[in-house]
Antibody, heavy 117, light 107 residues
Framework: QVQLKESGPGLVKPSETLSLTCTVSGFSLTSYHVSWVRQPPGKGLEWMGVIWGDGSTAYNSALKSRLSISRDTSKSQVFLKMSSLKTEDTATYYC???????????WGQGASVTVSS | DIQMTQSPSSMSASLGDTVTINCLASQDIGNYLSWYQQKPGKSPKLMIYGATNLEDGVPSRFSGSRSGSDYSLTINSLGYDDEGIYHCHQYYEYPNTFGAGTKLELK
């Protein structure tokens, strides 16, 4: 069945770079897009960016200067890197399969990231 | 960016009630609107896409509708399993944007 799982450090210091991995199974990264969405504690969802099946990307302009999404299709992994972290980046980060496009029909369990010194 | 104004922010209803949650888009988004249900500590779950299409496995008590730039999620015969936060989401253009969420509680 379709599964996505985020992994990465739970704690990152301000100004450092966050690196998260989304490992997928049950579908091919060349056939589906994968989006990243984050949710600060007690707040709403924020779409961060997407990597399409052809490998191209689109980012939220509010994060574009700090954000990079890439993938390794041989390992069925999608990577998120975000630089110059601030305390406001504390959130749960989700990866989601993006079916057609923008319809996120399967989500990972989420990775909780705290930005603190 | 397209703003999605979601209302109400919270609501309380009784078992068996019918409830409606609304989202107003700041510009035309066609039918590029989905609804997600999120339970505490869990990831969002797709309920409705294309404004009116029910995702596989979602009970038919859930329905979506559109009137111009106003989108609604209606839940009939409310059950305890329907408690959670509901998010609307526009995917007409990037950046995709979400409503602020509606917290639904049962009395």
């Amino acid at each position: 069945q379709v599964q996505l799982k985020e992994s990465g450090p739970g704690l990152v210091k301000p100004s450092e770079t966050l690196s998260l991995t989304c490992t997928v199974s049950g579908f091919s990264l060349t056939s589906y897009h994968v989006s990243w969405v984050r949710q600060p504690p007690g707040k709403g969802l924020e779409w961060m960016g997407v990597i399409w099946g052809d490998g191209s990307t689109a980012y939220n302009s509010a994060l574009k200067s700090r954000l990079s999404i890439s993938r390794d299709t041989s390992k069925s992994q999608v990577f998120l890197k975000m630089s110059s972290l601030k305390t406001e980046d504390t959130a749960t980060y989700y990866c989601a399969r993006d079916a057609d496009p923008g319809v996120m029909d399967a989500w990972g369990q989420g990775a909780s990231v705290t930005v603190s010194s | 960016d397209i703003q999605m104004t979601q209302s109400p922010s919270s609501m309380s209803a009784s078992l068996g009630d019918t409830v409606t949650i609304n989202c107003l888009a700041s510009q035309d988004i066609g039918n590029y609107l989905s609804w997600y249900q999120q339970k505490p500590g869990k990831s969002p779950k797709l309920m409705i896409y294309g404004a009116t299409n029910l995702e596989d496995g979602v009970p038919s008590r859930f329905s979506g509708s559109r009137s111009g730039s106003d989108y609604s999620l209606t839940i009939n015969s409310l059950g305890y399993d329907d408690e959670g936060i509901y998010h609307c989401h526009q995917y007409y253009e990037y950046p995709n944007t979400f409503g602020a969420g509606t917290k639904l509680e049962l009395k």
